[in-house]
């Protein structure tokens, strides 16, 4: 599933009117081949001119139309550290239950500053396994970042002083069982750590099963004229309910698969299951409140990997992750028991309805009033556990099939199939056939594939991530950025001097949210003055009405509670001498910033 590049059309003709034959022609055009996919150069065809938001000539050629499993996920990881050094690390973050990496891209210029002291923004997709194009979304950020730097200013600028923590997916296992399976469009959600669901004392015995062996998990059903269900008059592929009055067709018998464990039940233990989005240790509950939370928080190794890495990185002030469908901007909090912090409510309204804008079709939501209760979810941890600014965007809406809401051309099901005869020429769907099953006799089977409902079909699979990508990045440029805005001082006599620095935040998220604050979850920015001997140390609390706190601990170094956003700190100090002195800001999740008198 890897990306190939082609030479140049304008080399090929260079090349065949200097080749002296057939084999010296082919031998030349298979080594350029070789070259360029070595370099992962894609060379432009002669003539062609980019379009805007597009890099001219990208070092690494990677098809945004289509889903890469974990090698290929990797491999596209690889490519972009190697072609880009000075703007991309590839590593990993710990492994998966099945033994796979964990992949992670940092993205920042390394050539500016440390990366690991930079405002950071962490991103991930594919928690669950069928929500398949987080990954691709979070790669191309990387890609994009990578690629037009050096090309468009604010990019270089975002890179010089943010850093980006890219983990493409933190369910490998189950994403590979995603692609390389039949499936259905919502399976497998949980990971492959085996679990008995059925409770027979046997794990995994009873999934799906391919009866037509055509590679696709579809529908069952049966001629019944008790049945509820109608063929669509336009549409023979679709069921609708019969009409109160109306005899039915068919009776539905779930989706393809045997009783292999002779239970009497279909399909009733297959991979996992456990939810990998139930397992957060904020506001977990077990299995019998929460469906999927399985045994304890923090059971799967997938969960424990982002908890150390993000415990590792108190730079990150910022996280997105990416699921799927319904178009939807989500924020916490997941239970109603829970609440987020007013100052922090309004900083994910400003972000929230800015994405709006963005993405046409999605909506700005609050997880537990809006769709449904969550415990021990992943967003809800970062915010509740560490005071990071999270969202989890549910990729992919019906509105992008005509650009306009569903509801307005009729039921959604009519909607998908209208757009897969329309603009997909039929190929979302398998037509029925029959099929003999050894438990309910002649059925036929048919129905949608798996890659056709929940995520985009190929051609507006970049414009999604495109758009999704701005809003997370938009996200990253207003995490917090201080700067030591002014430095004044003032002779007192006796030889001694008063320096005022003033700490300035130019960006709507403050260096701590109040969940943070409230919990003391990371320590307090500093502000240290260096070339003078201090004698004392404040906090300004009320520059107007001259209103300070001392800190008598350590004054030359001050601790100050937070930095607004689009806001300022001030902290003085009494010092002996006048001489040139430097006051230096750092954040953990603001940054770092020195200014000399």
């Known amino acids: 599933m890897t990306s190939m590049t082609h030479p140049d059309h304008s080399m090929k003709t260079t090349l065949r009117r200097a080749a002296t034959g057939a084999v010296a022609l082919l031998g030349v055009v298979a080594a350029a081949q070789t070259l360029a996919a070595q370099q992962g150069a894609q060379t432009p065809v002669a003539g062609a001119m980019a379009a805007l938001g597009s890099p001219p000539n990208p070092k690494v050629a990677v098809h945004w139309d289509r889903f890469y499993?974990?090698?290929?996920?990797?491999?596209?990881?690889?490519?972009?550290?190697?072609?880009?050094?000075?703007?991309?690390?590839f590593s990993s973050i710990g492994k998966s239950v099945g033994g796979k990496e964990l992949w992670l891209l940092t993205v920042t210029n390394f050539d500016e500053g440390q990366a690991d002291r930079k405002p950071a923004m962490y991103i991930d997709g594919n928690i669950h396994s069928n929500e398949i194009q987080g990954s691709e979304f979070a790669l191309y950020t990387a890609w994009y970042l990578t690629e037009m730097a050096d090309r468009v200013p604010a990019v270089d600028s975002l890179l010089d002083r943010r850093t980006l923590y890219i983990v493409p997916t933190i369910n490998p296992d189950a994403r590979d069982e995603y692609l390389h399976k039949p499936n259905t469009a919502s399976s497998p959600r949980s990971g492959i750590a085996p679990r008995d669901n059925d409770g027979d004392g046997q794990v995994d015995e009873d999934g799906f099963d391919d009866l037509d062996g055509d590679g696709h998990i579809t529908l069952m059903r049966r001629r019944n004229p008790n049945g509820r269900m109608v063929s669509h008059p336009e549409d023979p592929r679709l069921l609708i309910p019969a009409l109160p009055t109306q005899q039915g067709e068919w009776e539905l018998l779930g989706q393809e698969g045997i009783d292999n464990d002779g239970d009497g039940q279909v399909n009733e233990d297959g991979v996992g299951f456990y939810d990998p989005n139930r397992n957060w240790p904020w506001r977990w509950q077990p299995q019998y409140v929460q469906g999927g939370a399985d045994y304890?928080?923090?059971?799967?190794?997938?969960?424990?990997?982002?908890?150390?890495?993000?415990?590792?990185?108190?730079?990150?002030?910022?996280?997105?992750?990416?699921?799927?469908?319904?178009?939807?901007?989500?924020?916490?909090?997941?239970?109603?028991?829970?609440?987020?912090?007013?100052?922090?409510?309004?900083?994910?309204?400003?972000?929230?309805?800015?994405?709006?804008?963005?993405?046409?079709?999605?909506?700005?939501?609050?997880?537990?009033?809006?769709?449904?209760?969550?415990?021990?979810?992943?967003?809800?941890?970062?915010?509740?556990?560490?005071?990071?600014?999270?969202?989890?965007?549910?990729?992919?809406?019906?509105?992008?099939?005509?650009?306009?809401?569903?509801?307005?051309?009729?039921?959604?099901?009519?909607?998908?199939?209208?757009?897969?005869?329309?603009?997909?020429?039929?190929?979302?769907?398998?037509?029925?056939?029959?099929?003999?099953?050894?438990?309910?006799?002649?059925?036929?089977?048919?129905?949608?594939?798996?890659?056709?409902?929940?995520?985009?079909?190929?051609?507006?699979?970049?414009?999604?991530?495109?758009?999704?990508?701005?809003?997370?990045?938009?996200?990253?440029?207003?995490?917090?950025?201080?700067?030591?805005?002014?430095?004044?001082?003032?002779?007192?006599?006796?030889?001694?001097?008063?320096?005022?620095?003033?700490?300035?935040?130019?960006?709507?998220?403050?260096?701590?949210?109040?969940?943070?604050?409230?919990?003391?979850?990371?320590?307090?920015?500093?502000?240290?003055?260096?070339?003078?001997?201090?004698v004392a140390g404040f906090v300004v609390t009320d520059r107007l009405a001259n209103l300070t706190t001392e800190q008598k601990r350590n004054p030359r170094r001050i601790e100050v509670a937070n930095v607004p956003g689009m806001g300022t700190a001030t902290v003085r100090w009494i010092v002996r001498g006048s001489g040139p002195m430097t006051v230096t800001v750092d954040s953990e999740k603001g940054g770092v910033h020195r200014k000399r008198q």
């Not at 990797?74 to 703007?87: F, L, N, Q, V």
């Not at 006796?494 to 990371?522: C, K």
Request: cysteine-free; charged content about 25%.
């Open 69 to 89: 499993d974990h090698a290929g996920i990797g491999e596209i990881a690889r490519r972009i550290a190697a072609a880009h050094p000075k703007r991309a690390k």
């Open 296 to 534: 304890y928080p923090t059971s799967l190794p997938e969960t424990r990997a982002v908890i150390n890495f993000v415990l590792a990185h108190p730079n990150i002030a910022g996280a997105q992750s990416y699921h799927n469908s319904g178009g939807m901007i989500l924020r916490g909090p997941g239970v109603p028991q829970d609440e987020y912090r007013p100052s922090d409510v309004q900083v994910f309204d400003v972000l929230g309805r800015a994405g709006e804008e963005m993405l046409p079709g999605y909506r700005y939501m609050i997880v537990w009033k809006d769709l449904y209760t969550a415990w021990g979810g992943e967003l809800d941890w970062f915010y509740g556990a560490r005071g990071i600014i999270t969202f989890s965007n549910e990729l992919f809406t019906p509105f992008l099939y005509f650009n306009k809401p569903a509801e307005r051309t009729g039921r959604y099901d009519d909607v998908q199939a209208r757009f897969d005869r329309l603009l997909l020429m039929g190929e979302a769907y398998v037509p029925w056939k029959k099929f003999n099953h050894p438990q309910y006799g002649e059925i036929e089977v048919g129905g949608t594939k798996k890659n056709f409902g929940r995520v985009e079909p190929g051609f507006l699979l970049q414009s999604d991530a495109h758009r999704n990508m701005m809003f997370t990045l938009f996200q990253t440029e207003q995490l917090p950025l201080v700067e030591v805005d002014a430095i004044t001082s003032r002779a007192l006599g006796g030889g001694l001097t008063e320096v005022t620095a003033t700490i300035a935040n130019r960006r709507i998220v403050p260096t701590h949210t109040q969940q943070d604050l409230e919990n003391r979850i990371t320590r307090p920015d500093h502000v240290s003055l260096e070339g003078a001997e201090v």
